[in-house]
């Protein structure tokens, strides 16, 4: 069978991002939304939401015809060979999923195979529990169809792993491909669909497809929680993390990424699936003793750094902090489980004032909050006469803050880095007080003492 239209469902970071990679590869896609505004903006070339190169992209090929956006699930499936669902599973109340929208997605599939006779692969790329696809999915689909999987459709789960802030990159670019097949042909036609994307393609059952996503993104939340965890132990020693980070990454067996020691991960991922999976876990009755332990150590790092930012200026009762970096990371409008909230609430606990700088997210960070944040545009503008800086995102235009302006803008050069967005020799030998997660602190703190006196 040969694909040569295919429908999207969900216009997310995954949905919209794949969308615009299959239609470069030459695939006419529709990609579907619940929202009549995104769909009529992204046919005029304007994407719902910020990514590096999405835009330029999105322009290109609704120009050439080959991207659409629409409203209209059952439409875009009717017209397609084969249906990507890509809508959001967020967390519920307990840490489990909430798959409403994968259910109304499944629904809208069988509605449209029910008016077709071609065959048609239904392929499920949500990150969803083990068992979802084949226990949930598929019943809806052949209910609300009348057809029978493996005979008039076909099945896939396609976990995708893009990171956001590089996710038209990555949706290009993938390390691997991983097929769940319910059966040889569906795990074909999904394949020749990947027929030019140059990585490994791993074809295997659909639960393990499923599983494959959880245990992913649960040893990269324990890479980061481990690097955390040694940040700490690294500061009463005097010693420089991302050194010792350096030296343990540098073994193959290990590999150097996501060992960056911070204060914490947030996004709408990692928190979200190892919440899901420790959940689904413990309630089989399998004790997740390793994975409760990231989680908590990604609860109580931003206590920490604030704690670390006390141990240095004392009370923060009516200090003005300027707060630079809302969006849980660089490159990205995001602040789902960003790590800017629990500090700000705990600095706001102590009776700090804020003033809050972020490139792309202070809309959507104000959407997250009602605490009194005073927001502005332009970085100069939260440093003038603020005490002190936190840095809580390493945005390139907070990297690119020159050590001249905290020294001129702030009122005592003091800055508290939770992403070691800087080198910190670079700034200390120009005169800035630096301090952050997992660096030598009590060590800067003497020695920029003993500075200060003789000075
Ligand atoms: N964001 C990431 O970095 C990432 C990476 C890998 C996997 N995932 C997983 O992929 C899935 C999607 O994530 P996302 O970040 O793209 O989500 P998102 O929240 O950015 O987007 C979800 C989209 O689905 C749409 N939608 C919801 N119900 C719909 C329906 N019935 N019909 C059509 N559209 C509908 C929403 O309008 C929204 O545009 C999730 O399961 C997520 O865990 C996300």
């Known amino acids: ?251 193959f067996r290990i590999n150097p990424r996501f060992l960056a020691a911070g204060v914490g991960f947030g996004g709408s991922c990692f928190p979200k699936d190892v919440n899901a999976i420790v959940s689904l876990a413990n309630k089989m009755g399998v004790e997740t003793p390793l994975l409760d332990s990231v989680l908590y150590t990604n609860e109580i790092q931003p206590l920490h750094f604030v704690n670390l930012i006390k141990n240095v200026v004392g009370t923060l009762e009516g200090k003005t902090i300027a707060f630079l970096g809302l969006s849980f990371k660089p490159n990205t409008d995001d602040i789902r489980e960003t790590r800017a909230l629990p500090i700000i609430r705990k600095l706001f606990e102590e009776g700090a004032r804020i003033k809050a700088y972020d490139p792309k997210a202070i809309k959507n960070f104000k959407k997250l909050t009602d605490l009194p944040i005073e927001y502005h545009k332009k970085w100069d503008e939260v440093l003038r006469d603020s005490d002190f800086a936190i840095i809580q995102s390493d945005w390139k235009e907070i990297k690119e803050i020159k050590p001249e302006d905290f020294k001129k803008l702030l009122k005592t050069s003091l800055i508290f880095d939770g992403r070691r967005t800087y080198e910190p020799i670079s700034l200390i030998s120009k005169g800035i007080k630096y301090f952050g997660i997992g660096w030598k602190n009590e060590y800067c703190a003497r020695k920029q003492h003993l500075s200060c006196q003789s000075s």
Do not use: W
């Not at 239609?23 to 505004?37: H, N, P, V, W």
């Not at 990150?127 to 459709?153: A, C, H, M, Q, W």
């Open 1 to 251: 069978m040969k694909v040569e239209k295919v429908a999207i469902i969900g216009m997310g970071y995954v949905g919209l991002t794949n969308s615009v990679a299959f239609a470069k590869y030459g695939f006419e896609s529709i990609c579907t939304t619940t929202t009549q505004s995104k769909a009529e903006n992204l046919n005029k070339g304007i994407p719902p939401f910020y990514e590096p190169g999405l835009e330029e992209l999105v322009k290109e090929m609704v120009g050439k015809g080959l991207l659409a956006g629409s409203i209209d699930n059952v439409d875009a499936v009717r017209k397609s060979d084969i249906s990507f669902i890509c809508v959001g599973t967020p967390s519920l109340q307990d840490g489990s999923t909430d798959l409403s929208a994968v259910n109304e997605s499944a629904k809208d599939i069988g509605l449209a195979l029910k008016e077709s006779d071609k065959y048609h692969v239904v392929v499920a790329k949500s990150t969803i529990p083990p068992g979802t696809t084949e226990n949930v999915i598929l019943p809806i689909v052949e209910e609300y169809s009348g057809r029978k999987v493996g005979v008039d459709f076909g099945l896939c789960m396609n976990p995708e792993f893009l990171r956001q802030g590089s996710a038209v990159y990555d949706s290009f670019y993938p390390d691997r491909i991983v097929i769940g097949e319910h059966d040889d042909k569906s795990g074909e036609v999904l394949e020749n669909v990947y027929k030019d994307y140059e990585c490994s393609k791993i074809r295997c059952d659909i639960k393990t497809a499923e599983l494959i996503k959880y245990a992913s993104n649960s040893l990269l939340a324990t890479k980061i929680s481990f690097a955390n965890e040694f940040s700490r132990i690294c500061e009463k020693f005097n010693i420089d993390v991302y050194e010792v980070m350096k030296g343990v990454g540098l073994d």
